[in-house]
């Protein structure tokens, strides 16, 4: 298991842009996929976007699709969520969380194969 901390939500106006970063503490953190979702109260979580062990694979919800970018720095045990042209609709607790990185790729879209959470982070966007 990881333990994960998110950081980096806040308030911000439509157009403009946040980057939200996720510390994880505990072993094998770069044998890890990692992924971040999102739930708005009320409804349930939705996926946003992964990323495999290495980088070199990521996936996107298509309504991030072009304007948010997944990245990590396993030296730092880091994942980031760089969310650019923000829309009231992208207003939502964010949550990281912690995948094997061996599943077949269409699992990493769904919250039930992540083993460990974060607490989430509050975005929320202004019209």
């Known amino acids: 298991q990881v333990q994960l901390v998110e950081s980096g939500g806040g308030l911000v106006q439509a157009g403009g842009s946040l980057r939200l970063s996720c510390a994880a503490s505990?072993?094998?953190?770069?044998?890890?996929?990692m992924g971040w979702f999102r739930q708005v109260l009320g409804k349930e979580r939705e996926f946003v976007a992964a990323?495999?062990?290495?980088?070199?694979?990521?996936y996107y919800a298509d309504s991030v699709k072009g304007r948010f970018t997944i990245s990590r720095d396993n030296a730092k045990k880091t994942v980031y969520l760089q969310m650019n042209s923000l829309k009231p609709e992208d207003t939502a607790v964010y949550y990281c969380?912690?995948?094997?990185?061996?599943?077949?790729?269409?699992?990493?879209?769904?919250?039930?194969?992540?083993?460990?959470w974060g607490q989430g982070t509050q975005v929320t966007v202004s019209s």
């Open positions: 969380a912690a995948a094997d990185s061996f599943l077949v790729s269409s699992r990493y879209y769904s919250s039930s194969y992540y083993h460990s």
């Open positions: 505990g072993r094998a953190f770069s044998s890890y996929a």
């Open positions: 990323i495999k062990w290495s980088g070199g694979s990521t």
